[in-house]
């Protein structure tokens, strides 16, 4: 068989970070009950595709009237996000593992959508960023870098876009998430566009693993990405003689 490159759209909140764990984090330290938490969560959200944590924190400081000597949102960050963020609970050692070994086996894409300030912080904190900026000085020249890519608002859209480039680039990619509709999208847009070399994983985790697999997906279900990256091992790469590459992004932060 002809040798093909592997790119990975792989997936930040659920796979490689757990979001449930800094709710937790948020809701003991400043006493907030569950209603609460939900009801700023839940005005976050509207009219957005996205959960925007600077106005969950700017409503969080007034329901516990902890505000009125901290005016400017970076003193709302500062207070919430930047104590919380400091759990060591947040660094999860297996998925860092796992993160290392996958950037071996291709060339990764990490994409995640959000607040763009919190998910690039929650990237740092986790070791998410470091790992993938040493895997880039790592690598040999001429191999193009990994890449991380924050998107505010539409990420199946930029999931479509990038299945689309890295097709014509001749690239078997493989996409990694937790939630159902991305991967429903970029199948249905793959089957739609005659694109075939496209591989899916869930990762079944977290608040998501209400929402079921529908049958006939086609793709495993993993209980994480430890799990992923033996599957990619073993089954799509295994006797395909499939050579690596890695990924390109001019936003990468240094």
């Known amino acids: 068989m002809t040798d093909k490159k592997i790119a990975i759209l792989l997936d930040f909140d659920g796979p ?5 764990l800094v709710k937790k984090e948020i809701c003991l330290r400043f006493n907030l009950t569950e209603e609460q938490w939900n009801t700023a969560y839940n005005h976050s959200k509207k009219g957005k595709l996205y959960v925007d944590y600077g106005n969950i924190f700017k409503e969080l400081a007034e329901i516990t009237r902890i505000s009125p000597n901290h005016d400017t949102e970076q003193d709302l960050w500062s207070m919430f996000y930047d104590s919380v963020l400091t759990s060591s609970n947040l660094k999860s050692p297996e998925n860092q593992q ?3 070994e996958l950037l071996k086996l291709g060339r990764v894409e990490l994409i995640t959508q959000g607040h763009k300030e919190y998910q ?5 904190r986790s070791e998410t960023q470091n790992i993938i900026i040493q895997a880039n000085e790592n690598q040999l020249d001429g191999n193009p870098p990994h890449s991380i890519e924050v998107i505010p608002e539409d990420k199946i859209g930029f999931l479509k876009q990038r299945l689309e480039v890295l097709n014509k680039e001749e690239y078997e990619v493989i996409q990694i998430d937790d939630r159902v509709e991305p991967l429903i999208e970029v199948k249905k847009f793959a089957n739609e566009s005659g694109i075939t070399n496209l591989h899916q994983i869930r990762i079944f985790t977290g608040k998501y693993t209400k929402d079921k697999s529908p049958e006939g997906c086609g793709w495993p279900d993993m209980p994480n990405l430890s799990s992923a990256v033996r599957h990619i091992e073993q089954t799509i790469l295994n006797n395909r003689g499939i050579e690596g590459g890695h990924s390109m992004s ?5």
């Open 16 to 20: 490689l970070f757990n979001n449930d």
């Open 98 to 100: 796992a993160l290392k």
């Open 120 to 124: 690039w912080l929650k990237l740092l």
């Open 250 to 254: 001019d936003r990468m932060r240094r």
